[in-house]
Structure formats: structure tokens, C-alpha cells
């Protein structure tokens, strides 16, 4: 079966959520770093990875995946809670990846990921210091535990 007409039918036809999870498109970042040539082509890009992390206990596992975003990379993490905060900052404390960390409350969790990117973060998608953007965020379904088996952290 031609590919183009699959894949025309598919994206037409259903939400993206919902091809995307059905089909098991998971994982953007690599699960290992590039490799040399791919690192020195990149590294003329300066990106910042921006984190919402609702789930500090997640933040080891997103961590391997963050690493391999070649340099120079500075790290933005947003969270809903002082306590939080602490906590992450706890965590990135030995972390040497990342060129700049900065952990941030932010004003309200409504709107979760997407009010602490767009609001809380405007700051960094303003800055033209940045080629590349990478939005990531902590997921569990905690109402739905079956529907979070896809990550194992």
C-alpha cells in the first residue's frame, strides 16, 4: 500500500494525539547522543530545552534524553511549587550538560505545560539568542495508570 496515501488518510481523518499514541511515535529525542559529525554540525546552534516538571520523579529519566541535545544548551525547568523548585534544584545540582539551569515557579499550573511555556517562558522564546527551541514536560496519568505504562522511568 503506497505510504503517501496512508499517511494522507491518517492525518486527515483523526486528531494528531491519536495517530501519534496509536502508532507508538513516542520518542522525538534520540535515545543516544549523536554522533561526532551530527555534534560539530550542531553545535554551531544554541538551544534552549524548556521543562515543565510537574513530577520531580521524573526528572532523572527526562534528564537522558536532555543530554543529548548538543551543546551549547541551557536549561529552563518550570514547576508549580516553591517545594518543587527545591527539589529539582537538588537534582540539577552535579548536572554539567547544560551550559545555564534555571528552575522557575510559575504564577498559576492552569493551563499546565503549555501557560508555564508560553507565559511563564515568553522571556526565552523572545530571546534571539536561541536558534532552537525544545519543549518537553513530565506526563503521568494518574486518574488512568494504563494510559502512562508507555513511560518507564
Known sequence: YPDAVFWQKVLHSCPP???????????????????????QWHSSLH??????????????????????????????ITTDTSEKKAVLEEQLSEED???????RVVQTNRGRDISAFLIDCADVI??????V???????????????????VP
Open 17 to 39: 494525539q491519536t495517530w501519534f499514541t496509536n502508532l507508538a511515535l513516542l520518542s522525538i529525542l534520540p535515545n543516544s547522543s549523536a554522533d561526532a559529525e551530527d555534534q
Open 47 to 76: 538551544t534552549a530545552v524548556i521543562a515543565h516538571v510537574f513530577y520531580p520523579e521524573m526528572l532523572g529519566y527526562m534528564l537522558g534524553y536532555m543530554r543529548n541535545v548538543p551543546h551549547p544548551v541551557d536549561l529552563i
Open 97 to 103: 550538560h547544560f551550559q545555564r539551569i534555571d528552575v
Open 126 to 131: 523572545a530571546n534571539e539568542e536561541y536558534d
Open 133 to 151: 527551541i525544545v519543549k518537553l514536560h513530565s506526563k503521568k496519568s494518574e486518574q488512568d495508570p494504563e494510559s502512562s505504562e508507555w513511560v
